[in-house]
């Protein structure tokens, strides 16, 4: 009867702790080594893709030091899909406003996490792959301590969500 109870407890404990993932199906951050990442040195996030009715939310992670020296960070994106069709994009992510005040949360290293493809459906299933290149035409760039990706199971309620603190942003400028 005990181990029984037991028993039940721990599958208990499993569920709840399992459905907490808030939906992620992938997340991977790197670390930049001695926060300068070199031009050739790229960020590299893989991950399959089981169901390709599915919507997802990918979002880009950045950890940034106060000394890095510029406002934004302007980066390549690779994206490959299973197939082995390349396409690039180039990516702008804005680190800090007009007045110099960092957006991320923090004190020396900066934590943000932008909300970037909001609801994105992959077309096939597979494995995808996203290569990352820093694009601030230098060949070490300074400030930058982590940078990655996560991706989520898009959810409705998140998506509202963060949608009306844009909206609010936007107002507020």
Known sequence: MRKTVVLYVLLALVCL???CSDGVVYE???TIKGEKWQKDKPVVCEFDV???TVFYTIYMDIRNSVDYPYQ???VFMDSQSPSGQVSRDTLEFILADVYGNWKGKGSRLKDK???FY????FPNCGKYKFTFYQAMREDELLGIANFGM??????EKKFRKEMEKRY??????
Request: hydrophobic share 25%; proline share 3%.
């Open 28 to 30: 991977k951050i790197h």
């Open 168 to 173: 609010r942003e936007q107002q507020n400028k």
């Open 72 to 74: 934004n960070l302007f």
């Open 113 to 115: 996490q932008y909300f």
């Open 150 to 155: 996560t991706v989520q199971k898009f959810n």
């Open 118 to 121: 909001p609801k994105v459906r």
């Open 50 to 52: 089981e169901d390709s």
């Open 17 to 19: 702790f399992g459905s």
